[in-house]
C-alpha cells in the first residue's frame, strides 16, 4: 500500500482499526488515489481500451471516483468506497488487479457501483499476473443496508468476511447501484481457511440495486454468494469456481433470472443453499429464513460418476425453482435439515420449498432427503422432464467468457 495518505474522520479511522485487529487481511492504509503510473504489462482482454500504460487504484475513498474507459487500472490494494461516494466504471474499463486476498473492490453501505457495461464493451476486472489462476485477488463485494437473519433488530448490522465493513438493516429497496455486463475472472483469494472472497459477495444488498449481464470466471471459492439481503440478479454465468457457483445465506429472498453455471476440474456444488448462516444461527426476530425464487437455471457438472450435488438445500432454507436443467451430477437436489432449528423437510410440505419443471441429465439421484421429513420426490417436484434451463447461448454471446 503505497499511495499517499490523507488525513481523514475519526469515525472512518474507527472502522480501519475494528477491520485489522478482527480478520487476517493485511492493514488498511488511509489512502486517496494515487494517478502513478504503474509498470505492469498491458495485455488484451476486452473493452475498448487504448495502450498507455495502466493508472494505479485503491485505497479507501471519501469522494467519487470516475474512471475512463479508454484506460486499463491497476488495483495494488484495497479500493474502498465510503458512505455518500460514487464509483462510475464506464463501458470497456479493464481493472487487473494485483495478487492477494487484500486486493478488492468494496462498495460500502450508503455508497454506490455505476458499473455499466455493454454487450460489446463489457467491464473487466482480472488478474494482473502473467499467468492467471483461481484465487489470484479478492472480487467485488457490495454492501447495503436490507434485511438480513444473522442479527436481532431492524437496524442491525453485521460485518463481512473480508475488511469486517457493515451490513444489514431493515431497507428493502436499497439500492447500491449499476452492475450490468462485468465479467470478474481469477478472484476468490482467501486470507485463511475462514476468510474467503468470492468472485462477487451482496452482503444485505437491496432490490434497488440492478444487477445483470454478470459472469464470474475461474475464481477459487463462490462465484455469487448473498448475505441475506433482497437484491434481484439476472443472467449470470459463472464458470469454474472451485466452491459453490451460487450461494446463500443469512435470509437471502430475492429473485435469481437465467443462471448459467458450468463446473471446471476443481468444483464443489452449483448452488449452495442455507436458510441461515450456520456459523451464526438465525438471530433474526422474528425468525426468518432464505426465500428465493430461481428461474431458469442450467447446470453443468463433469459427470454423475464423478460425483457431487447440483443443488444442496439445508438450514431451513426456503425457495421455489422453475425451469431447471440439471446436467452429470450423482445427486440433483440434496436435502438436510432437522425437526428443530432447520426444518428443510417442513417448507416441502407446505410447498414453500419446491420444483416446478426440470430435467435430468445423467443424473443418478433425482432427490436425496436427509431432513428427518417424510416426503416423495413427487411431493418436492412437478414437471420432471419439462426443464429446459436458460439460453446462455444468446444473452452470454459477445461479453462472457466460454
Known amino acids: 500500500m503505497k499511495t499517499t495518505k490523507i488525513l481523514m474522520s475519526f469515525a472512518i479511522l474507527a472502522i480501519l482499526f475494528a477491520s485489522c485487529e478482527a480478520d487476517d487481511t493485511a492493514e488498511i492504509v488511509i489512502n486517496n488515489i494515487d494517478n502513478s503510473i504503474d509498470n505492469s504489462t498491458n495485455t488484451t482482454g476486452g473493452g475498448n481500451n487504448d495502450s498507455t500504460s495502466p493508472i494505479t487504484i485503491g485505497g479507501i475513498q471519501t469522494t467519487d471516483l470516475t474512471l475512463d474507459g479508454t484506460r486499463n487500472y491497476f488495483l495494488n490494494e484495497a479500493l474502498i468506497m465510503t458512505e455518500g461516494t460514487t464509483l462510475t466504471i464506464p463501458a470497456g474499463t479493464v481493472i487487473r488487479a494485483a495478487s492477494g486476498a487484500n486486493v478488492y473492490i468494496a462498495i460500502s453501505q450508503g455508497a454506490r457501483i455505476e458499473a455499466n457495461g455493454t454487450a460489446n464493451n463489457p467491464i473487466i476486472m482480472t488478474s494482473n499476473a502473467t499467468t492467471q489462476n483461481a484465487g489470484d485477488w479478492g472480487g467485488l463485494i457490495l454492501l447495503g443496508r436490507a434485511p438480513i437473519n444473522s442479527v436481532t433488530g431492524g437496524d442491525a448490522t453485521s460485518t463481512s468476511e473480508i475488511g469486517q465493513l457493515p451490513y444489514g438493516g431493515s431497507i428493502s429497496d436499497d439500492d447500491s447501484g449499476v452492475i450490468r455486463y462485468v465479467r470478474v ?18 452482503y444485505g444488498v437491496g432490490n434497488g440495486t440492478l444487477v445483470e449481464y454478470v459472469q464470474a470466471f475461474e475464481g477459487k471459492d463462490d462465484g455469487f454468494e448473498f448475505f441475506g439481503g433482497t437484491v434481484n ?76 450435488e447440483a443443488i444442496r438445500l439445508r438450514a431451513g432454507t426456503q425457495g421455489l425453482f422453475n425451469n431447471v436443467l440439471i446436467q452429470g451430477f450423482e445427486e440433483g437436489f440434496d436435502l438436510d435439515g432437522d425437526m428443530g432449528d432447520s426444518p428443510t423437510g417442513q417448507w416441502v410440505l407446505d410447498g414453500t420449498l419446491a420444483v416446478s419443471g426440470v430435467t435430468f441429465t445423467d443424473v443418478i439421484t433425482k432427490v436425496k432427503n436427509d431432513t428427518e421429513f417424510t416426503f416423495s420426490d413427487a411431493d418436492f417436484i412437478s414437471g420432471d422432464g419439462n426443464g429446459t434451463g436458460t439460453d446462455f447461448v444468446t444473452w452470454g454471446a459477445g461479453w462472457a467468457r466460454n
Do not use: M
Not at 185 to 202: I, K, V, W
Not at 252 to 272: A, M, R, W
Not at 290 to 301: A, D, E, R, W, Y
Open 185 to 202: 475472472e481469477y478472484s476468490g483469494g482467501a486470507a485463511d481457511g475462514q476468510t474467503e472472497n468470492n468472485g462477487l459477495s451482496f
Open 233 to 308: 440478479a439476472r443472467f449470470l454465468a459463472v464458470s469454474g469456481s472451485q466452491d459453490d457457483s451460487i450461494d446463500w445465506t443469512e435470509g437471502y429472498s430475492g429473485n435469481l433470472t437465467d443462471v448459467y453455471i458450468v463446473h471446471g476440474v476443481e468444483h464443489d456444488k452449483g448452488f449452495e443453499c442455507d436458510g441461515f448462516n450456520t456459523d451464526i444461527g438465525n438471530n433474526s426476530d422474528p425468525l426468518f429464513f432464505s426465500n428465493p425464487t430461481v428461474t431458469n437455471v442450467t447446470i453443468i457438472g463433469r459427470g454423475s460418476a464423478t460425483g457431487n
